[in-house]
């Protein structure tokens, strides 16, 4: 089967999978106000509660053992992450300014201020989180442990997208896209071992693209005061969605996925995949 440093694929004799907790709309990206941030709390809390009950129910452990335990190398795969999803974020938004693809310019109704700088990133921590909680967590890894990666990271992927296909401007560009980030993210829990390294790269990702005016996922976020103008069609930009539903974040993926291939992750086995065993 599929081999990875703490991981092979074989027929366990685990029945047993939680999935009710896809069924939250992970739609923490529009945080203008404060119903932004109560959609990411939501998001968040319903992630935290689902995990926390069915470990406790299950395996009688707590939110750690879904790999947020903070053990040797944690901290690495987490700053692995951030520099990952920070650089992507920057190559479809800071790269095509430099090309010509598109200008900065100063928002005139939107300035800086560090207040909502400041809210916007917080919130960004726990919707990042709570997404990779509700589709890479308890769920997700009882699923991997007995169907196997290709099996799993696929439909987790398709769900991934869905969550996401309601959003404002949404088209086939960003479903596919967004699809492909599902399938990565699981990718990068295959690569470390726990949800430090998905965690990062999708934090740094969301945090980089309002950093320069773009869209994330159909939204607008004030941030820096800067304002994006593309020049090219909206198939490369991604239009009202912002690059998510673009070519160049297509582009940019499976160079992504190669990097976090080559990067010197700390890998670990799952501490979920020790209690199915027992």
């Known amino acids: ?81 951030l520099a990952g999803g920070l650089a992507s974020g920057f190559a479809v938004t800071g790269l095509p300014a430099l090309v010509g693809m598109a200008s ?30 509700l589709f890479h967590g308890y769920a997700f890894q009882l699923l991997l442990r007995k169907m196997g990666a290709f099996q799993t990271l696929l439909p987790v992927g398709v769900l991934f997208a869905a969550a996401h296909a309601n959003n404002l401007s949404a088209n086939w560009l960003s479903f596919f896209n967004t699809f492909l980030w599902g399938a990565f993210l699981g990718f990068c829990f295959l690569r470390s071992g726990d949800l430090w390294l998905p965690f990062g790269v999708h934090l740094g990702w969301n945090w980089s693209l309002p950093l320069l005016g773009a869209n994330v996922s159909g939204f607008k976020m004030v941030t820096t005061g800067l304002r994006l103008d593309w020049h090219v069609g909206p198939l490369w930009s991604g239009g009202d969605y912002g690059p998510e539903a673009g070519l160049l974040t297509t582009l940019v993926l499976p160079v992504l996925c190669w990097a976090v291939w080559k990067s010197p992750v700390a890998s670990t086995r799952p501490d979920l995949f020790d209690t199915v065993e027992e």
């Not at 939680?18 to 709309?25: D, H, R, T």
């Not at 932004?36 to 750690?64: D, Y």
């Not at 909502?116 to 919130?123: D, G, K, Q, R």
């Open 1 to 81: 089967g599929v081999e990875f440093e703490w991981f092979a694929v074989d027929e366990g004799e685990l029945d047993l999978g939680l999935v009710g907790g896809e069924q939250v709309a992970a739609r923490h990206d529009n945080v203008r106000g404060p119903a932004g941030g109560e959609r990411a709390m939501a998001v968040f809390l319903s992630a935290a509660v689902a995990n926390a009950l069915a470990l406790r129910i299950f395996e009688r452990g707590g939110v750690a053992a879904v790999g947020l335990g903070w053990r040797a190398g944690a901290g690495r795969n987490l700053l692995l992450g």
């Open 104 to 133: 900065l310019h100063a928002d005139a109704e939107a300035r800086f201020q560090p207040g909502s700088l400041l809210f916007v990133m917080l919130v960004m921590v726990f919707g990042a989180m709570g997404e990779e909680m």
